[in-house]
């Protein structure tokens, strides 16, 4: 399932968000590059390096486990030391090999070329719905677009929501709310097996305290509304 490439790579990443796009979100992350023996619990581009979210975190695949990730190797180390250093043990990822020299970088080729684009949508989702807005609909329909000029790789999209309701109501309105925009860009032509997703719930807003003082429920939910988004990544080479 490791494809090989001599191209350039080029990640084309796409903030698909409500009112507001995170500064942030693309904080650049040490590459992760797996051997590719054996059973690999994250999601990989041509590059053997595993794929981050926007705010770096690595994607899973259903065969993920404690296990995988202690075992499948990124160099010296396995990878979920980089990606999972939580739950890897420590004595994993602290090898006497460490202090050995590193070894030298690849020669024959370019560095891998990352561009990487933001966009903005206004009002994915309406407050308790999974429905794509029109609106949130056009931007994904410029996204597939431009998914289209690339040789493409994977699409993440991970789904969040505002704080109102329970953790447990939350955690799965955004996952279909990232199941819709799988659903989505599936109907504009793009290969289910390529969109992997993720429901982050309300852990991660971007309104930060600005409506602690709002006590109307209304003017609340209008002021929440950037929380209510999908977030989406599409990486692929040229």
């Given amino acids: ?127 308790d719905k999974a429905v794509l807005k029109p609106e949130g609909r056009t931007k994904l329909d410029d996204l597939a677009a431009k998914a289209k000029g690339i040789k493409l790789e994977v699409i993440l999209a991970v789904g969040h929501t505002d704080r109102l309701g329970s953790d447990s109501y939350n955690q799965k309105l ?12 599936v109907s504009k032509g793009v290969e289910a097996n390529r969109v992997y997703t993720e429901g982050k719930g309300e852990k991660q807003p971007v309104t930060g305290n600005k409506c602690d003082s709002v006590k109307n429920r209304k003017a609340l939910i209008e002021c929440l509304q950037p929380d209510r988004r999908v977030e989406v990544e599409v990486i692929g080479s040229k």
């Fill in 1 to 127: 399932m490791i494809k090989h490439t001599k191209k350039q790579m080029l990640m084309l990443a796409a903030i698909a968000s409500i009112g507001l796009s995170a500064s942030a979100a693309f904080a650049q992350a040490k590459d992760v590059v797996v051997d590719g023996k054996g059973e690999v619990p994250y999601v990989i581009d041509a590059r053997n390096a595993v794929a981050r979210s926007g705010t770096g975190l690595c994607w899973r695949t259903g065969y993920w486990s404690p296990a995988a990730a202690s075992t499948a190797m990124a160099g010296e180390f396995p990878a979920g030391c980089e990606c999972d250093g939580d739950i890897v043990p420590k004595e994993k990822c602290t090898a006497a090999t460490a202090a050995a020299p590193a070894a030298p970088a690849p020669a024959g080729g370019p560095a891998p070329l990352a561009d990487k684009i933001k966009l903005s949508a206004d009002t994915l989702f309406d407050f």
């Fill in 174 to 185: 955004s996952e279909r709310r990232a199941a819709a925009v799988k659903t989505y860009l």
